[in-house]
């Protein structure tokens, strides 16, 4: 049976609430999408820098709104999962050109955002919270069922006095949530005393970003975190054996870097 957009994000926004936590291997193009989902994963999140790259953009609001939403589309077309969609800070400088991509994003099918509040190119790190506030509210009112997961990136920016940035992330979270939020995501957060407060302090699903050395999925449930993002992850190890195949056969003339590559037939077989 299929569901319904309106059945797919009350879904996606149970999935946030539960004792296990949401594990979330991010994709960046149909394939990537369709082999997260038969691995068994519960949605299917896309990474905005893996996407940007694919399409031949850099990350950090250089992509076309346009393209940004086709590849969603295709996604969210290929898997019977729930997509949520990274748009970066809105594909937009005004907090109604936010709502117009969150309305081209619910066209697309998927059920939630990433929303940062970095401000790429502009006078500070990250925008003021007023003003990124006002750009969550919009993107609310364009979607009342839209899971939004609003981005604070004072640790990933690493903006203020290191001593000062849980009261910073509590501070631009609160206002958020009070915005329309539905939950935070706190990127470059790896300790595990700090994200536990974090966890606590926030009264919504909060999101960390996690690679090699983070807390497994399993210590993040004991924490209190309830989604857990590979990011961009996936797509650099996908890159890094492009790379490494590439400079292999061009300097050795060997192939070795293949050899764990998945088969033709099961990659055929997947769309």
Do not use: C
Request: net charge negative; charged share 20%.
């Amino acid at each position: 049976m299929t569901l319904s957009r309106q059945d797919r994000a009350a879904l996606f926004t149970s999935l946030h609430h539960k004792d296990s936590v949401l594990a979330l291997p991010n994709a960046w193009d149909v394939m990537s999408a369709r082999l997260v989902e038969l691995e068994g994963a519960e949605a299917v999140a896309t990474t905005s820098a893996g996407v940007a790259w694919s399409l031949g953009a850099a990350d950090g609001d250089k992509l076309d709104r346009d393209r940004a939403i086709d590849l969603v589309t295709r996604i969210v077309a290929a898997v019977s999962v729930p997509v949520t969609a990274d748009i970066e800070s809105g594909f937009g400088a005004s907090a109604a050109d936010v709502a117009e991509t969150v309305r081209g994003i619910a066209g697309a099918g998927a059920v939630g955002v990433n929303l940062e509040d970095a401000h790429h190119g502009g006078p500070s790190p990250l925008r003021p919270i007023a003003d990124q506030a006002e750009r969550l509210a919009a993107a609310r009112e364009a979607d009342p069922d839209l899971y939004i997961n609003a981005r604070v990136d004072v640790y990933l920016r690493a903006v203020g006095d290191p001593a000062e940035r849980v009261a910073a992330t509590l501070e631009r979270a609160r206002a958020y949530l009070a915005a329309g939020a539905s939950g935070i995501f706190v990127p470059g957060v790896a300790d595990a005393d700090t994200i536990a407060l974090l966890a606590k302090e926030i009264d919504a699903p909060l999101n960390v970003l996690v690679g090699p050395g983070s807390p497994t999925v399993a210590e993040l449930a004991e924490l209190g975190v309830a989604r857990a993002s590979l990011g961009s992850g996936l797509s650099q190890a996908a890159y890094a054996v492009v790379q490494r195949g590439a400079r292999e056969m061009l300097t050795s003339g060997t192939y070795t870097a293949t050899e764990d590559a998945l088969d033709f037939g099961t990659l055929n077989s997947s769309i």
